[in-house]
């Protein structure tokens, strides 16, 4: 299904975008936040299913637009452990024929990756160019999304992003402030460490390589700095105090990864995503993860709300 709102206009030079995976965190954020400015159409899992092809071709070939973004992804990494086939075809193959058929229209298409394509054995910031070692069937299902939309789009992007936050669904920051809410002892891991990046940021930083065809292959695009899960949370929990949201637990306890027997897949312990590339590229300076943060917990969790 189509929504109704987007009408070709062929005089219109703004770009029409389309966005697969609208439902979810950053595919409702791109949505909305490109809409104000572009013709923008998104697509949830409802209304196009990556694990249908064809319908994949039959939707997309005819319609026109100048973009595609695929932020639509199997994302439970638990889940994807121990369901390898779905993982593959819907984070490698349905990406393939989304780059195929946005090569065939000549339109842009930008698909969404992530920091778990790395082993987390580094411990300065990955880069472009570091080797990739996905130690999860989700990382490995990702990255072949990477290699196969990259093989059949030579003019694809790939940009890599991390610890995803949002308003448009709950994430970990969410599930921490939800306990610290009711209960006075919160915990979490202070052992892994990437960069928490907000889905708004996302979609403003992401603004300037859609226009510019050029920049293809792929790119890491995350909020400046890195921290613990640990730090995330407790900065989280600072920031209710400090806009008057109530709050039971004051702070966040350490516990490691190796103590979180209900994970089932493997999570990298340092993942941070080296965003050196996409300055040059540029010249914009992502803001750091903490003032991300803060706007997010006063907006959306800020008296009144
Ligand atoms: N979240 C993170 O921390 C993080 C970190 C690094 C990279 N990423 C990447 O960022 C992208 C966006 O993730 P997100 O955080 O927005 O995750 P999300 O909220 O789980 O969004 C993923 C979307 O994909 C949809 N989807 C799942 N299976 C589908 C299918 N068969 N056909 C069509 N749509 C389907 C989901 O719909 P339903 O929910 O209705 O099934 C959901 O709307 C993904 O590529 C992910 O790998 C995320």
């Not at 770009?15 to 697509?43: H, N, Q």
Request: contains cysteine.
């Amino acid at each position: 299904m189509i929504d109704q709102h987007f009408v070709f206009d062929p005089v219109n030079t703004k770009p029409k975008i389309v966005v697969v995976g609208a439902g979810g965190r950053l595919g409702a954020a791109l949505v909305r936040e490109y809409a104000s400015r572009d013709e923008t159409i998104g697509f949830t899992h409802a209304q196009l299913d990556l694990g249908q092809p064809e319908a994949l071709r039959r939707t997309l070939a005819p319609l026109p637009f100048d973009v595609l973004i695929n932020a639509a992804a199997l994302t439970n990494v638990d889940y994807c452990e121990n369901h390898r086939d779905e993982a593959m075809k819907l984070n490698a193959e349905a990406p393939r024929v989304l780059a195929e058929v946005c090569g065939e229209k000549e339109a842009r298409f930008v698909h969404v990756s992530t920091d778990y394509v790395f082993d987390g054995e580094k411990r300065t910031p990955y880069t472009e160019e570091d080797p990739v070692d996905p130690i999860s069937v989700y990382g490995e299902s990702k990255r072949a999304g990477e290699e196969r939309v990259l093989a059949a789009n030579d003019r694809a992007l790939v940009i890599r992003v991390s610890w995803v936050f949002g308003p448009d669904r709950p994430s970990f920051v969410d599930a921490i402030l939800r306990k610290a809410r009711a209960e006075e002892q919160v915990a979490a891991v202070a052992d892994k460490f990437s960069t928490p990046t907000y889905t708004p940021d996302i979609a403003a930083l992401l603004r300037p390589l859609l226009d510019s065809a050029a920049v293809r292959g792929i790119v890491h695009l995350a909020n400046r700095g890195a921290c613990s899960w640990q730090e995330y949370a407790q900065w989280a929990l600072d920031c209710c105090h400090e806009f008057g949201v109530p709050m039971k637990a004051r702070t966040v306890a350490a516990v490691s990864l190796g103590e979180m027997t209900n994970f089932v897949a493997r999570r990298p312990g340092y993942s941070v995503l080296a965003t050196d590339k996409y300055e040059q590229l540029t010249g914009e300076t992502p803001r750091p993860w903490r003032a991300a943060v803060a706007d997010y917990v006063r907006e959306h969790y800020g008296k009144g709300r």
